[in-house]
């Protein structure tokens, strides 16, 4: 049987796959793979309209998925996007059981409830860190998981980076030793959190690829002759220098009312946060011109590089998904969703110290490699490569379509 095995490392680029090819397992897959560089990610460049485009091989404007969190008019509170019922295209789990294949998936965005053989979905309860179990079983498949259970729930419960990477590995084989899916996803994210927290090219960077590595070596033990592995990311990400906040300069001009922290009493326009990017929404076309007006009269200020209609927006980056506009930051703006009063502009105390959400076309691009029997030699694309291609040539080199799909197989990097 031909299987694949699809590794999603979250925010590893270009430059840090060169650094990791000095690593055994890394080195390993690239001598024998077909690797395609400067991939074009989509807007925003956001872990979950990412993943949800690697999964279905469809933009934003198509999945309607346009950031990681949904937009609920009435508050600041923003639930993530957990479901694929929530994904308005299907995905290449669903066409791979019609092709009479099996699947398998382990904490990729967006899958939970999906049409998955064997699921262990990235999801969570109240908070991030409260335990994983039920919120697990209810979103995925609950005999599997709670059968796993006793090999993996010794690995400390939370997000908290190394130890969650651990945790999926540990659920992945698993997986892969009692069901042996013919496709089975799998998603890993520790780069992109040392990013987050130490910055682009620091020391705990090295050491999360380093851990990767060990990682993929283990994974790579529970593989065979017959396997396909192919690693992806999804995103690059860029420093972040300041913390600007647009609701509240639509709040202290009327356009947004307040009541509390994250209540909305009444508003004609409010700004969601898609982190160094952010998606405005408009009532009226009369609100939104007035509230485009106000932030680009205080651009400077709020970091704004430019700003995009939403029909602006589906032409440049396929990006759609019910907002009225975009706004681009300037390189190191990170836009916050607080509406109450304050500054306009944070340079201080900082969350974080680089992240994601900007415009794709910009910094360091994801990868996509594809090492095993499958693969076409050290094939080299260096350019046309978008996020959205991915799982369309995956499917082709399983021999199923993906209907619908925005995105083109690329013949040049496999082979029967």
């Not at 283990?218 to 995103?235: G, W």
Request: glycine content about 8%; proline content about 7%.
């Amino acid at each position: 049987m031909n299987r694949v095995l699809v590794i999603s490392l979250d925010a590893m680029t270009d430059d840090d796959l060169r650094q990791a090819s000095q690593y055994p397992h890394f080195a390993r897959l690239l001598r024998q793979g077909a690797l395609a560089t400067d991939v074009l990610s989509v807007f925003p460049s956001l872990t979950y309209p990412c993943h949800v485009t690697m999964a279905t091989g469809c933009t934003p404007q198509h999945t309607g998925v346009c950031n990681n969190e949904r937009f609920l008019p009435d508050t600041l509170q923003r639930p993530w996007y957990f479901y694929t019922s929530q994904i308005a295209r299907p995905t290449i789990f669903e066409a791979a059981q019609k092709a009479g294949l099996t699947t398998g998936c382990v904490m990729w965005p967006c899958m939970g409830k999906g049409p998955i053989d064997a699921l262990v979905p990235e999801i969570w309860g109240d908070t991030p860190d409260a335990p994983f179990l039920d919120p697990f079983c209810q979103a995925g498949t609950e005999d599997l998981i709670r059968a796993i259970w006793p090999q993996v729930d010794q690995i400390p419960q939370g997000f908290r980076q190394p130890m969650f990477d651990e945790f999926v590995c540990a659920c992945a084989l698993e997986v892969i030793r009692r069901k042996r899916p013919d496709l089975m996803y799998v998603h890993m994210c520790q780069i992109d959190n040392a990013k987050h927290y130490a910055g682009l090219h620091s020391q705990a960077v090295t050491d999360a690829i380093a851990r990767t590595d060990a990682l993929l070596g283990r994974l790579l033990e529970q593989t065979d002759e017959d396997t396909t592995v192919v690693l992806c990311s999804d995103h690059g990400q860029q420093p972040v220098e300041r913390v600007v906040y647009p609701n509240r300069l639509l709040a202290a001009h009327g356009l947004l009312t307040m009541d509390g922290p994250v209540r909305i009493a009444g508003w004609q326009a409010q700004v969601q946060s898609a982190c160094l990017s952010a998606l405005l929404y408009a009532r009226s076309p009369q609100a939104l011109a007035e509230a485009m007006a106000l932030l680009q009269g205080h651009g400077q200020e709020l970091g704004i590089a430019e700003m995009l209609t939403a029909e602006q927006c589906r032409r440049t980056f396929q990006t759609g998904g019910g907002f009225s506009a975009a706004i681009l930051g300037t390189p190191g703006t990170y836009f916050h969703n607080d509406g109450g009063n304050g500054p306009l502009c944070v340079t201080e105390n900082l969350p974080y110290r680089a992240n994601h959400g900007h415009d794709p076309r910009q910094g360091e691009k994801p990868f996509f490699l594809i090492s095993g029997k499958h693969a076409r030699p050290m094939a080299r694309i260096t350019q046309g490569f978008r996020l959205e291609d991915e799982p369309v040539t995956i499917a082709a080199m399983m021999g199923f379509d993906l209907p619908g799909a925005d995105g083109r197989v690329w013949r040049e990097m496999i082979q029967d």
